[in-house]
């Protein structure tokens, strides 16, 4: 694939670091240091892009905080303004990314996403009666900076993107020289295309037709359990040996005990939550019903936490579940 340069003039167009300012605040405009961005935003964003036509830009300085949402993870949430530089980033060097993943990735893209990764485990799980569930230990955590580094070079030529891709990735490690954040949009693209040399190698080594990946949840089908042990094996090796990452114990099943996979537990033939999802829907249900009575939020806030939270069991067979919890609040 031909490298692509010329970008960073691209990516310090006023227009687009507007774009950028506008997706960074979405959502977000009360925060104090969102507003008192957008008080000086003409000056803020004509600094930036000094900052990026001549390929310094400021990284680091995180602010770090504990979720327990679906499990414990560390959150590093960078500056305001470093997300404005983050979205502006992207929005060039997006296509650059897409054009080296294949059609059954499904995160950080754009149509794609947790639902239609689901919607294509229900057909590959229907009409094959194997399957091979995989992912990696820590892997956010094991990703690393050399390889990734060594990644990019391969898409992008343009010195000034790469030193501050550069200065991005080295600006976190859980050890020396590995490690994204969790939280970060950049962090989102490196992570989804860390294992995208790994996709071509499942479907075109491994010649695995019916594969499944949403960021490093993945799931391959066959009708043969012996051949798929072998693609696990072989997978295992792969990513030890080039990605520097190690599987966790290989999940190999009989389609009809149902797949375990984005929160769901998919069959042949239904979809049903995981009762990691259903106590997860309880807890949140009443937090956001205590939220709105005492006056912590008002019904907009309300609406927008629990529209989504409904229309993830609604992807399941869970109407009665449903149903009798919320009538019991």
């Known amino acids: 694939m031909k490298r692509q340069g010329h970008l960073i003039e691209k990516i310090a167009d006023i227009e687009n670091l507007q774009l950028a300012y506008y997706k960074a605040q979405k959502g977000k405009s009360a925060k104090p240091a969102v507003y008192e961005y957008g008080k000086r935003l003409s000056e803020n964003l004509q600094q930036l892009q000094q900052q990026l036509l001549i390929g310094e830009v400021e990284v680091g300085n995180y602010h770090y905080f504990t979720i327990y949402d679906p499990k414990k993870r560390l959150i590093c949430a960078a ?106 949009l950049t962090s989102q693209y490196f992570a989804n295309h860390y294992l995208a040399c790994l996709d071509h190698y499942v479907k075109e080594i491994l010649k695995i037709q019916a594969y499944d990946r949403y960021m490093d949840d993945m799931v391959l089908w066959h009708p043969d359990k012996n051949y798929l042990v072998h693609a696990g094996k072989c997978l295992n090796q792969y990513a030890e040996q080039q990605l520097a990452l190690t599987l966790k114990p290989f999940c190999l099943n009989h389609h009809s005990r149902g797949l375990p996979f984005l929160g769901y537990l998919v069959y042949p033939d239904q979809v049903r939550l995981a009762h990691r999802s259903r106590i997860r829907f309880i807890r949140k249900l009443r937090l956001y019903e205590n939220n709105l009575l005492t006056g912590i939020w008002g019904q907009k806030e309300y609406q927008n936490h629990i529209i989504p939270l409904i229309a993830f069991t609604e992807k399941a067979n869970a109407r009665e579940f449903r149903k009798n919890i919320i009538t019991g609040l």
């Open 79 to 184: 500056p305001f303004p470093q997300r404005v530089l983050h979205h502006a980033l992207m929005n060039v060097c997006h296509p650059y990314f897409e054009r080296v993943q294949i059609f059954d990735s499904y995160a950080s893209r754009i149509g794609k996403g947790t639902y239609a990764a689901l919607e294509r485990a229900r057909y590959f799980n229907h009409n094959y009666r194997w399957f091979l569930k995989l992912d990696f230990r820590k892997y956010f955590n094991s990703i690393d900076h050399f390889i990734l580094k060594k990644q990019l070079c391969r898409i992008f030529k343009d010195s000034r993107l790469l030193n501050i891709l550069a200065g991005i990735i080295d600006s976190y490690a859980i050890n020396p020289g590995k490690g994204v954040p969790i939280g970060n």
